[in-house]
Nanobody, 118 residues
Framework: QVQLAESGGGLVQAGGSLRLSCVVS????????MGWYRQAPGKQRELVAS???????NYGDTVKGRFTICRDNAKNKVYLQMNSLKTEDTAVYYC????????????WGQGTQVTVSS
């Protein structure tokens, strides 16, 4: 089995910063792309940012220039640095990993709440 565990969510004022972390554990051979998605109440889950194993990144239009994704392949971790947070960034943030080899497939974390107050 493969597990993803997020940490780092919380309450922050608009204009502030937060850093999310996600670690992948369990039995697997290879992690391909990793990413962060979010879902606000009444809205569909959307891509925040993704990163390939080689480090190529992709960002949702609403977070470009404010959020930065990076990963540590040796530690099976992915991070999301969120700066200049806005109230509309409030959502549950989910970590995602695309696994190859043993237990291959798409895996999701349980989600971490990010709340930005005005």
């Amino acid at each position: 089995q493969v597990q993803l565990a997020e940490s780092g969510g919380g309450l922050v004022q608009a204009g502030g910063s937060l850093r999310l972390s996600c670690v992948v554990s369990g039995s697997f051979f290879w992690i391909n792309a990793m990413g962060w998605y979010r879902q606000a109440p009444g809205k569909q889950r959307e891509l925040v940012a993704s990163i390939t194993r080689s480090g190529a990144t992709n960002y949702g239009d609403t977070v470009k220039g404010r959020f930065t994704i990076c990963r540590d392949n040796a530690k099976n971790k992915v991070y999301l640095q969120m700066n200049s947070l806005k109230t509309e960034d409030t959502a549950v943030y989910y970590c995602h990993a695309d696994i190859s080899g043993t237990n291959s497939g798409d895996y999701w974390g349980q989600g971490t709440q990010v709340t930005v107050s005005s």
